[in-house]
């Protein structure tokens, strides 16, 4: 158990607390960003002004105590929700009584098994359809506010060449004979090679949509499946922990950590995470751009269901499906990728090196076999546009037009020594240089922003802090996710711009944070409901819906941070141009 003797019954309060701190910080930092005059006239705090980010969730947290320390037991009861080495009992569970006698009869009849396990499956699959319904309708009726109108960002329309290259049969375009006539952001226009600049992945996804005539449906198509894909996530995240393939014994170690109530936990959890994901701006928004993060993050999402489905089950297809999605993935945007996946690998590694996988050797082969294939042919591609296996076309435009972008620190300084007659001045001075502060200060932006337009800043703001003080009785599944976007978040560390909305280079953590505010919502209602403390359980569920009323509104305000807003504006712009 964590901590010695402590057990999670006990740090959990202190978790809350600080939950509580975190989010009153929140709204305080929030109110006084958008009205520093409130330092210097308190007075004015009598004509306040609602506000959709702070006002309702900053009225729950004051309202929480007046419920949170009344009522219920202290302690979780054994077998009840509890979690961490001696606060579950194996095989006490209780559940209701079934039509044909006690749940521990049901539970040995193995006709009711198999009926009870093929209406779980059903009532997934049912789920499934309606989630991937709910993602692409929302996504096109967003999308209604941009019709007719070009894309917005210069990466889409490299992207859309990229595509049609594909289409030509071709992976790139020899130069014109006049070429400084078709230099064009985000395009190689060097050493006979005309040609995006961006890796295969995306232009490979939207080729076919581009073909029909629809390259957002690719996008749509992307964002559906994304959803589906963290619902089952989610399912898995409810049953973690209850057994890992290992090479000692019989194949299966006992759950240490049960994280939510068997059955309609795990379903209730990827329900929330995937609904939260489908309505998240982020995933609106970008849905309608024709940018790389919807492939990217299709392959990442496959690859974290595979991951967890190996972990539990000795069959290759899932390492070999696992594979195959990181590597879809990495032909998109390989740096995320890298990040994302980083702690999957070290997980990998040590379970590995401790002995505990069944098969290893064919199962770890399978899985890097795609990899391989995936790096060979990306390498193959940089060596037909750059001239060597070794250098991008993305790198290749950066040293040729716009050498102060460049990856890493003191990225100016270093561009400054590159002499290129081909420089894109105005873009290359909007580069500025990277130190330490600077980096983490682009950190801390990103972060908001991946808040701001997922669950709302406050409400992550106490979910945050709670969800890191628990996850050492946690399984390890969760702990992955949640290491997954601090890699996600590294990698680009040493990058000196904050991206799109301030959250393109993150925004593969939302579906992330998605997941983990709904299995931790689950697991905190679980626990809170062996206490007798059901209060609680409502109190978080309007704290949590309300909490996703700013970026909602954010998504909708038609002032100049909306998001709709912004795109439209971007779009009408080139439309009249």
Known sequence: MPGGRLSAARVLPWAELAGFGAAAAAVVALELSRHPEYIRQPHLLLAYRFDPETTLVGLAILAAPMLWWRGGRTGVESGKGAIGGSDVQEGNETEPQGPSGSEEKLASDGQYSVR???????????????????????????????????????????????????????????????????????????????????????????????????????????????????????????????????????????????????????????????????????????????????????????????????????????????????????????????????????????????????????????????????????????????????????????????????????????????????????????????TVPRAFRLLGTRAVASSAWSMGPVSLAWIVPVLVVMLAWLPAEWRLLAAAIVGLHAAYFSFAFEGIFGLSYVFESVPVLCLLVAGLSVWLGGQWLAQGRGRRVVWLSVFVLLGLTAPLHRLVDSGPDGGIAQVRFARRYYADF
């Not at 996504?139 to 960002?153: C, K, S, Y």
């Not at 998240?280 to 999402?301: K, V």
């Not at 102060?404 to 081909?422: A, D, E, I, L, W």
């Open 116 to 434: 009870r396990h093929l209406l779980d499956l059903i009532i997934a699959w049912f789920l499934s359809v309606i989630l991937f319904g709910l993602s692409v309708t929302l996504t096109a009726l967003v999308g209604l506010a941009f019709r007719d109108m070009p894309p917005a960002f210069h990466d889409e329309y490299s992207s859309l060449f990229q595509a049609k290259t594909f289409l030509a049969g071709r992976l790139y375009f020899p130069q014109h004979r006049l070429p400084e006539f078709f230099d064009q952001m985000h395009v190689l226009n060097d050493q006979g090679v005309f040609a995006s600049r961006f890796f295969p992945g995306v232009g490979l996804w939207l080729a076919p949509w581009v073909a029909l005539g629809r390259p957002y449906w690719g996008q749509y198509l992307a964002g559906g499946l994304i959803v589906v894909l963290v619902f089952w996530i989610g399912r898995e995240l409810g049953t973690a922990g209850d057994r890992v393939p290992s090479s000692k014994g019989s194949g299966a170690a006992p759950n240490q950590s049960q994280p939510v109530p068997a059955g309609w936990g795990a379903t209730l959890i990827g329900f929330l995470a995937a609904f939260f994901c489908a309505v998240s701006p982020a995933m609106l928004l970008f849905g309608n751009l024709l940018l790389s993060h919807h492939p990217t993050m299709l392959g990442l999402a496959a690859f974290v269901l595979c991951y967890l489905r190996a972990l539990r089950s000795e069959r290759l297809v899932w390492p070999a499906l696992g594979g195959i999605a990181l590597s879809l993935a990495m032909l998109c945007r390989p740096l995320t990728a890298f990040g994302f996946a980083l702690p999957f690998g070290a997980h990998l590694g040590w379970l590995v090196a401790r002995s505990k996988l069944t098969r290893c050797s064919s199962r770890v082969t399978t899985a890097l076999v795609p990899l391989v294939v995936a790096v060979g042919l990306l390498a193959g591609y940089n060596a037909l546009l750059s001239g060597s296996p070794l250098r991008t076309p993305y790198g290749l435009y950066t040293r040729i037009y716009s050498p102060n972008h460049s990856y890493g620190f003191h990225n100016v300084t270093r561009g400054q020594k590159v002499s290129s007659p081909k420089v894109l001045e105005n873009y290359n001075q909007w580069a500025e240089e990277l």
